[in-house]
C-alpha cells in the first residue's frame, strides 16, 4: 500500500488534473542558456514573469536550496533477439553481479534464458521478470559491467514527448551541472535551469546549499490510468539524504530561513524522510492534496504532465486552484512545458485546496 497523503481536502479524480496544453508549447530543445528559461513567480500577492536568472533576488539570505544531484546515465540500449527482432531496453536501476532492471520495448516478448544480442558488440541475458513473477520491469545480466557499457554504447533516455534522437547537446544539457550519483534515467529538471553563475550569485548572497539523491525512474512520465487517485500504485525510487544535509536543514530552521526544494524529485525525497523517519532506502511516496508537508517551504518546478502525479504533487503544495490558474497562465502566455521547458517558484500554501 502506498504512504497516503493526510488531512482534510475535497475529493479529487484524476480529471482534475487534465489541461489542454498545445503541442507547440511542449519544448524540444532546452533554452539558449541555462538560466535564460522563464520562471512564473507565484511567492507574491499575484503571479510575475520573470527570467531564471532572477531567482537569487527572490531569495533571502539564510534561506537553504536543495538540490537532487542524481546523475542521469545513458541507459537506453539497442540490440535485437535471436531471431533478429529488434529489442530496446531502457535500463532501470543496476544490481549486483552485472544484473540491471529494465524496460523492455519489442514486437514479441522473448522468454527467460534468451541472449539478446546488442549494439556495441556485448549481450544481455533475460532472467525474468522484476520485482516480482508478473512485475512490470524485466531482469538481465549483461556480459560486462553495465554503467561501463552504458557510457560506451548507450544513448540519453530523452522523455518520450521529445521527438528527436539524442545528441551532444542533449548529452550536455539533459543533465545538472553538479550531478554526482549515477543511477537516474531522466533528470531532475528543475536543476537543469542552474548553470555555475547563477549557483555563485545565490553563494554571494548568502544563500546555502545541499544535496539529497534520488534516482528517477521512468515513472515519472507516466499519466495515471485510474480514475480514483487511491487506486493508483506508485513507482518505487531509491533515495538518500545526507548527515550534512539533515544538519544543514536544522541549522536553516534554527536561524529563521527557508527551505526551497529545487524539483518534485527533493520534495519526495525529503518528505519521504520526514514521514518515515528513514534517510535512506526506497519510497513510493504519493503526495496529493491534502498532505502535510513537514520540510519544503518554496519550489522551484517545471511545468508537468498532465493527469500525472506530479501535477498532484504541486497542487497540494501550492493548492489546486493555485496550480490550476497558473498552468492556464502558462498556456496563454506561451510558457514551454515539461523537462526542457520553462520554471514555477511556489509558495506552500498553508491550507490545501
Not at 92 to 119: I, Q
Not at 124 to 146: V, Y
Request: charged share 20%; glycine share 8%.
Amino acid at each position: 500500500m502506498n504512504p497516503s497523503s493526510s488531512g482534510a481536502t475535497r475529493a479529487h479524480t484524476v480529471s482534475d488534473f487534465d489541461f489542454e496544453l498545445p503541442p507547440e508549447l511542449v519544448a524540444q530543445h532546452p533554452a539558449a542558456e541555462r538560466s535564460g528559461s522563464r520562471l512564473l513567480d507565484n511567492t507574491g500577492r499575484s503571479p510575475v514573469d520573470r527570467i531564471f536568472k532572477e531567482l537569487p533576488g527572490l531569495l533571502q539570505a539564510g534561506d537553504l536550496l536543495i538540490f537532487n544531484d542524481t546523475k542521469v546515465v545513458k541507459a537506453r540500449l539497442y540490440g535485437e533477439k535471436a531471431s533478429g527482432g529488434k529489442v530496446e531496453l531502457l535500463i532501470e536501476r543496476v544490481l549486483d553481479g552485472h544484473e540491471v532492471v529494465a524496460h523492455m520495448k519489442v514486437s514479441k516478448k522473448p522468454l527467460p534464458g534468451a541472449l539478446l544480442h546488442m549494439v556495441g558488440g556485448f549481450s544481455a541475458e533475460l532472467l525474468g521478470r522484476w520485482p516480482e513473477d508478473n512485475g512490470p520491469l524485466f531482469r538481465f545480466r549483461l556480459s560486462a559491467e553495465p554503467y561501463g557499457l552504458m557510457e560506451q554504447h548507450g544513448h540519453v533516455p530523452l522523455p518520450p514527448y521529445i521527438e528527436h534522437g539524442d545528441s551532444a547537446e542533449d548529452e550536455r544539457r539533459y543533465q545538472t551541472v553538479f550531478a554526482r550519483a549515477p543511477g537516474a534515467v531522466a533528470a531532475p529538471t528543475a536543476s537543469l535551469h542552474f548553470d555555475q553563475a547563477l549557483l555563485d550569485e545565490l553563494e554571494a548572497r548568502g544563500i546555502q546549499r545541499a544535496s539529497v539523491t534520488l534516482h528517477v525512474g521512468a515513472g515519472t512520465f507516466q499519466p495515471v490510468k485510474v480514475e480514483t487517485i487511491a487506486d493508483h500504485v506508485m513507482h518505487s525510487e531509491r533515495y538518500e539524504v545526507p548527515e550534512a544535509t539533515q544538519q544543514a536543514i536544522r541549522e536553516c530552521r534554527a536561524r529563521g530561513g527557508r527551505v526551497i526544494a529545487i524539483g518534485t524529485t527533493t520534495v519526495r525525497t525529503l518528505e519521504s524522510w520526514a514521514q518515515s523517519g528513514h534517510a535512506s532506502g526506497e519510497t513510493q511516496i504519493f503526495i496529493t492534496p491534502g498532505f502535510d508537508f513537514k520540510i519544503v517551504d518554496l519550489l522551484v518546478t517545471n511545468f508537468h504532465l498532465p493527469k500525472s502525479t506530479l501535477m498532484m504533487l504541486v497542487s497540494a503544495f501550492a493548492g489546486y486552484e493555485t496550480i490550476m490558474a497558473l498552468y492556464a497562465r502558462a498556456v496563454r502566455e506561451g510558457y514551454r512545458f515539461f523537462s526542457y521547458g520553462d520554471a514555477m517558484l511556489l509558495a506552500r500554501k498553508s491550507t490545501h485546496a
